[in-house]
C-alpha cells in the first residue's frame, strides 16, 4: 500500500480501522475487544478519532477521560505490560503501513508515552486490589 501524509480527519479515520481491524484479530489482546469489553466500533470510532485529532491537529474535540476508561478494563482484565506492548506494536505497524511525516512520527511518540503512563497507572491499580 502507498504511504502518505496525515493531512486530514479522514486519514485518521483509516489509521483507526486499520488499527482495530489488526487489534481485534490479534492472538493476545484480541479477546479483550472482542470477548470481555465487546467493543462497539460504531460507538468507539468518533470518540477515538476525536481523540487523535486532538492530539494531532491541536483540536480540543475529545473530552473524555481515557485513564478511567482502562481502570474499568484493567478490572475485568488486568492489562498487563505485555499488553501494552502489543498494542503499541500494532499501532505503529498500522501507522507505517498508511502513513508517513511528522504527524505520523507525533502519534506514535504520543501512543508510546501514554502508553508507558497508563502501563504504570493499571499496575498501581493493580497493587491496591
Ligand atoms: C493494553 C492496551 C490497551 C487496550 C487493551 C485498550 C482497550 C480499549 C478498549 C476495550 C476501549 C473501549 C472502552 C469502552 O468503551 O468501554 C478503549 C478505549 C480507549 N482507548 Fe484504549 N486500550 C489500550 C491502550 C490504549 C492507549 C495506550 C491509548 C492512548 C494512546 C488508548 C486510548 C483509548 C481511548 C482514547 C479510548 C476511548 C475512551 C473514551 O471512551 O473516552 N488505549 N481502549
Known sequence: METKLIEDRKDIETFVKLFYDKAFKDDLIGFIFVDIVKLDLTSHMPKIVDFWETILFDTPKYSGSPMDSHFAINKLVPLKP????????????????????????????????????????????????
Open 82 to 129: 505485555e499488553f501494552f506492548e502489543r498494542w503499541v506494536f500494532i499501532f505503529k505497524q498500522t501507522m507505517d503501513e498508511l502513513f508517513v511525516g511528522e504527524l505520523a512520527e507525533k502519534a506514535k511518540t504520543r501512543a508510546n508515552l501514554i502508553a508507558i503512563l497508563m502501563q504504570n497507572k493499571m499496575e498501581n491499580q493493580n497493587d491496591k486490589m
